[in-house]
């Protein structure tokens, strides 16, 4: 299967600046990345999304930027605030189903205030 | 937030004794996962749903089995739970085949001694 590794485990950013998360994946047939949010105690949820025919997506102070070729994929967070300190997984799929999807490892980004 | 209720929310049991968790959903969506999350492993999809009585195998499905007899329940069975199996359990329900959003209920924490 897919293979999706994540980079930072751990972010920590004075509130104000931008975080960024880094992902690559493995099989160049992904063509769907998601961004998930997960607070402490909660499910992940979805922030973002893009798929393989964009280069970028942008959704207010978040974004998202693909290369696929170089199978990688990054989260960009503008401003950052204290209520973005979460995890955030990283995730691409094979094809259509969301049995095809893999999670990256998450990174727990901190924001102090 | 979409209508995904897990049971129990904590559970503490003995090597060796079967272990059922619920997913019970109020969206009427077709498509429900059960994952695991791990530290280091992010979520990893156990077994997935596709209509009732359709089910299907995920990335790590050894010692799990799962039933679906209605449309809005997801059961995950642990026959024979060992420590390994210690783990956040969440369930995940999604409305066409197609990766999209999928909405994660709260999950599930199983400890097993």
């Known amino acids: 299967g897919e293979n999706v590794e994540q980079h930072p485990s751990t972010l920590s950013v004075q509130e104000g600046d931008s975080a960024v998360i880094k992902c690559t994946y493995s099989?160049?047939?992904?063509?769907?990345f998601p961004w998930y949010k997960q607070e402490l105690g909660k499910g992940p949820q979805l922030i973002i999304d893009i798929r393989s025919n964009v280069g970028e997506k942008k959704d207010q102070r978040i974004a998202v930027t693909l290369n696929k070729t170089a199978k990688h994929f990054s989260l960009h967070i503008t401003e950052t605030q204290p209520e973005d300190s979460a995890v955030y997984f990283c995730?691409?799929?094979?094809?259509?189903?969301?049995?095809?999807?893999?999670f990256g490892t998450g990174t727990r980004l901190t924001v102090i205030p | 937030d979409a209508g995904i209720t897990q049971s129990p929310r904590h559970k503490v049991t003995e090597t060796g004794t079967p272990v059922t968790l619920r997913c019970h959903q109020t969206?009427?969506?077709?498509?429900m996962y059960w994952y695991r999350q791990d530290p280091g492993h992010g979520l990893r999809l156990i077994h997935y749903?596709?209509?009732?009585?359709?089910?299907d195998k995920g990335e790590v499905s050894d010692g799990y089995s799962v039933s679906r007899s209605k449309t809005e329940d997801f059961l995950l069975t642990l026959e024979s739970a060992t420590s390994s199996q210690t783990s956040v359990y969440f369930c995940?329900?999604?409305?066409?085949?197609?990766?999209?959003?999928?909405?994660f209920g709260e999950g599930s924490r199983l400890t097993v001694l």
């Open positions: 749903s596709y209509g009732v009585k359709d089910t």
């Open positions: 995730a691409a799929s094979i094809g259509s189903g969301a049995n095809n999807l893999f």
């Open positions: 099989d160049s047939a992904s063509n769907y």
């Open positions: 995940a329900i999604g409305e066409t085949a197609n990766t999209g959003e999928l909405f």
């Open positions: 969206e009427n969506h077709r498509y």
